[in-house]
Nanobody, 116 residues
Framework: QVQLVESGGGLVQTGGSLTLSCTAS??????MGWFRRAPEKQRELVAL???????EYADTVTGRFTISRDNTKNTVYLQMSSLKPEDTAIYYC????????????WGQGTQVTVSS
């Protein structure tokens, strides 16, 4: 059974930093990454990384966020810096397995709040 467990959310002031972690279990994973849903908005991509280490970022976070992963631990990280109030959202870990690269698994979500 695939499970994704996130940690690292919290409250931070504008300009501050946070690092999110997500550990996956139950399979081997191809893409892993992060999405977010702000209040009254749709879920959006934040960053994705492949098993080989390539990365993709939303334009709104490029240059401020860094995604990385440790394949030996099935863990993906999101280092967030220069945080802005508009980064406030629930952040969801996302992963796809090598057995079905079209099916998305999701974590339970972790709240990130950036105060102005």
């Amino acid at each position: 059974q695939v499970q994704l467990v996130e940690s690292g959310g919290g409250l931070v002031q504008t300009g501050g930093s946070l690092t999110l972690s997500c550990t996956a279990s139950g399979s081997l994973f191809t893409t892993m990454g992060w999405f977010r849903r702000a209040p009254e908005k749709q879920r959006e991509l934040v960053a994705l990384t492949t098993r080989g280490g390539s990365a993709e970022y939303a334009d709104t976070v490029t240059g401020r966020f860094t995604i990385s992963r440790d394949n030996t631990k099935n863990t993906v990280y999101l280092q967030m810096s220069s945080l802005k109030p508009e980064d406030t959202a629930i952040y969801y870990c996302n992963a796809r397995t090598i057995f079905n690269d079209r099916y998305d698994y999701w974590g339970q979500g972790t709240q990130v709040t950036v105060s102005s």
